[in-house]
């Protein structure tokens, strides 16, 4: 595969061109990951592949090494694993609080801490998701920020 | 490098956490100890021991970021209390060592009371500075909450009222 990149200040914005003569699957991992370092990710639920706008996700969930997209009322499945996911989403409103799971801060009703001293993040569906003692600080941090640019 | 956040005194950097236990135990020494024997517990001596014996903990946090067997107190998986607990055991035993240690240099015989006296003030200044974490926890979600409701407010504005899901 011929492979041509280009570096140009003057762009407005990011773009990749693909040329292929046949649509195969390392083409379409290449699509995959465009379409996931946007705002839509490529899932899988039943076979079937849906485009979830990441504005819909309420949390990812790292399973097997796979990985588990929460929305409100359903759950999708994707192949890239966490850190690869989080690494596509830096910059958005996604943190991660523990090994297992990236947060939507937009999707974060409040915060607690239990008698364990576990701090608690309850989602817009009520769930509740267990913050790491590692990424605490993170999160805070992150929801700090996103509030100061909202308030702007 | 991840930067460690502040459960506690927990996963405060060594250094630090040695400064506060220090000038804790320093300040019981003086306000308890002195009272109640009415002898001044601020001497060049006693700060020296108490630098000693204060490296007790901080050694501690250090092993347990350093000794594979103990890397999971300090790992997300573990309770923070069941971290703190094994801490404060593992930090009296050494505590105890270096409470001997400094008997030996020192020429005075210690005697089992001395050892608990010592295990007695730790466990005030312990007391102190996880109670002093703790309140700092519980300001710092108070604060997170009101972001996360300005975070809220703004998307409410952007969405005309209606949350979007």
């Given at each position: 595969m011929k492979l041509t990149a280009q570096k140009d200040v003057s762009l407005d914005n990011d773009y990749v061109d693909v040329r292929y003569r046949e649509l195969t699957p390392v083409i379409h991992q290449i699509f995959q990951l465009c379409e996931e370092t946007g705002s839509v990710l490529l899932c899988k639920k039943e076979g079937a592949t849906y485009k979830i706008d990441v504005n819909d996700v309420l949390y990812i969930e790292s399973v097997d090494r796979k990985s588990c997209v929460y929305t409100k009322d359903d759950v999708f499945h994707l192949p890239t694993p966490l850190k690869q996911l989080e690494e596509s989403l830096a910059g958005q409103q996604f943190v991660r609080v523990s090994k297992m799971a990236l947060l939507n801060i937009y999707k974060i009703n409040s915060v607690a801490n239990g008698l364990h001293f576990r701090?608690?993040?309850?989602?817009?569906?009520?769930?509740?998701?267990?913050?790491?003692?590692?990424?605490?600080?993170?999160?805070?941090?992150?929801?700090?920020?996103l509030a100061k640019e909202v308030s702007k | 490098m991840r930067k460690k956040p502040a459960f506690t005194f927990f996963d405060m950097n060594p250094l630090i956490l040695f400064c506060v236990i220090y000038v804790v135990t320093i300040l019981i020494n003086a306000v308890i100890l002195g009272a109640l024997s009415n002898v001044a517990y601020i001497s060049i001596r006693h700060l020296t021991d108490n630098a000693?014996?204060?490296?007790?903990?901080v050694v501690t946090l250090i092993l347990f970021r350093r000794v594979p067997l103990l890397k999971y107190f300090d790992d997300d998986d573990c309770s923070p209390w069941i971290s703190v607990s094994v801490h404060y055991v593992l930090s009296c035993a050494l505590l105890l060592g270096f409470g001997f240690v400094l008997a030996v240099i020192r020429a005075v015989p210690a005697t089992l009371a001395d050892y608990l006296g010592l295990i007695g003030v730790y466990t005030q200044g312990y007391i102190v500075v996880v109670i002093f974490g703790v309140v700092i926890e519980v300001s710092k979600v108070e604060s997170v909450n009101k972001n996360l409701k300005i975070i809220q407010e703004s998307q409410k504005r952007k969405t005309g009222g209606v949350q979007s899901e």
């Open positions: 701090m608690t993040a309850e989602m817009s569906n009520s769930e509740k998701i267990v913050v790491g003692r590692r990424y605490r600080e993170d999160l805070i941090e992150a929801i700090s920020e | 000693i014996l204060c490296g007790a903990p």
